[in-house]
């Protein structure tokens, strides 16, 4: 007989007698989920390939946001193209910071520790150093683009709604004191489970972190789960508020059609600004939404203590959301990439034309019909 020691669910560890079968049993069951664990979810190679191309489009987006500054710096739409660039150039940080240590334990085939119960059991008040960065770097990296699009949304509508108060509140000085105070917020946020309102802890299958939502939730995790989406789904409401003002009162300007030459540049270039912060809006929406909710469901149902029946099936879900979240840093360049003003007028062109061209050939084909059918009724008369 050999004496060893079992960890049971709730994490109380009783000593129990085995045989020799048996211990050779264990082990093997312990091995099999160790190497399940510690097993990638993907390849090194697709995760560097994905950090390769999102690097690219954030410096390709930046550059064009850079070139467009320095032509409208003294116009309106300066304050938007700094917002913008603050907002590309945050989201290639939150590209390459948290993406350089997920790749490295991908490389490192340490999809977590050797001992299943170390991080992801383990005291949540003490993770490991690159845990607690990587955790608190999703969080800010999370909040701040939406809290910018928020403020870029709020900025243009303020603008296009009453343009003569946004001309003497918004200046470029207290532009870059907003961005300050938006990085300032989102970093307060990210550094609450370091004064014990929450924690950061491993999550499914290892090679990530972020608020502890599976196990062990306490209530301080789920109030810092409900502030974090709280935050963000508020964000993207605002969003959605100002951008529908915007986007109702440029079309009511547009049918009126009483501006003049200069006034229909202006708001040529707010049709441009409104496009884009709905490509922004839209893109958020889809690739946040999914972490936001899974996360809240899985610390209300891990709180409750309804989650073990289920835990495989959100572990899934979370990895999911976490995917889709990370496609956000990739997708938001090509906003400033395609909706351009210079884009979309060739897009116009390209859709007018091809209308222009269905619609003579459809005109075509009704005069060919209709001289057919007079020709058939003279030689019917004829006869």
């Given at each position: 007989m050999l004496a060893m020691q079992h960890y049971n669910s709730s994490g109380i560890i009783a000593p129990f007698a085995l045989t020799n079968h048996t211990t050779m049993v264990q082990v093997s069951v312990i091995e099999a989920v160790t190497h399940n664990v510690t097993r990638p979810s993907k390849s090194p190679i697709a995760a560097g390939l994905t950090m390769t191309l999102g690097i690219i489009f954030n410096v390709v987006a930046l550059l064009i946001l850079a070139k467009a500054y320095n032509r409208f710096r003294r116009r309106s739409k300066a304050t938007f193209l700094l917002f913008a660039s603050s907002l590309v150039a945050t989201d290639l940080a939150g590209h390459v910071i948290p993406g350089s240590l997920v790749l490295r334990r991908y490389t490192a085939g340490t999809g977590s520790p050797i001992d299943p119960t170390a991080n992801l059991r383990g005291d949540p008040a003490n993770p490991d150093a690159s845990c607690l960065f990587l955790g608190g770097c999703m969080v800010f990296f999370g909040l701040c683009p939406l809290f910018l699009g928020c403020a870029m949304a709020a900025e243009r509508c303020l603008?296009?709604?009453?343009?003569?108060?946004?001309?003497?509140?918004?200046?470029?000085?207290?532009?870059?004191?907003?961005?300050?105070?938006?990085?300032?917020?989102?970093?307060?946020?990210?550094?609450?489970?370091?004064?014990?309102?929450?924690?950061?802890?491993?999550?499914?299958?290892?090679?990530?972190?972020?608020?502890?939502?599976?196990?062990?939730?306490?209530?301080?995790?789920?109030?810092?789960?409900?502030?974090?989406?709280?935050?963000?789904?508020?964000?993207?409401?605002?969003?959605?508020?100002?951008?529908?003002?915007?986007?109702?009162?440029?079309?009511?300007?547009?049918?009126?059609?009483?501006?003049?030459?200069?006034?229909?540049?202006?708001?040529?270039?707010?049709?441009?600004?409104?496009?884009?912060?709905?490509?922004?809006?839209?893109t958020s929406c889809i690739c946040w939404s999914p972490l936001l909710v899974f996360g809240l469901m899985s610390a209300t149902r891990s709180y409750s203590g309804t989650l073990s029946s289920d835990k495989d099936t959100y572990r899934g879900l979370m990895v999911t959301g976490v995917r889709m979240a990370t496609c956000n840093q990739i997708l938001d360049p090509w906003v400033y990439i395609l909706l351009r003003r210079a884009i979309l007028r060739k897009i116009y062109r390209i859709t007018k034309r091809k209308a222009s061209l269905k619609g003579s050939m459809f005109r075509s084909a009704r005069w060919d019909l209709s001289s057919f059918e007079n020709s058939e009724k003279k030689n019917v008369t004829k006869i």
């Open positions: 603008g296009i709604t009453k343009p003569l108060l946004h001309a003497q509140l918004v200046t470029t000085a207290r532009t870059k004191t907003a961005l300050t105070l938006i990085w300032l917020l989102a970093l307060c946020v990210a550094f609450l489970p370091f004064f014990s309102l929450g924690a950061y802890t491993y999550q499914h299958p290892g090679t990530w972190c972020f608020i502890r939502v599976m196990e062990d939730t306490k209530a301080t995790d789920l109030a810092f789960v409900m502030l974090f989406s709280g935050l963000a789904l508020s964000s993207l409401a605002v969003a959605f508020v100002c951008n529908t003002i915007s986007g109702i009162t440029l079309v009511r300007a547009r049918l009126k059609k009483r501006s003049c030459s200069q006034r229909l540049s202006a708001r040529s270039h707010d049709t441009e600004m409104v496009v884009q912060l709905v490509g922004i809006m839209v």
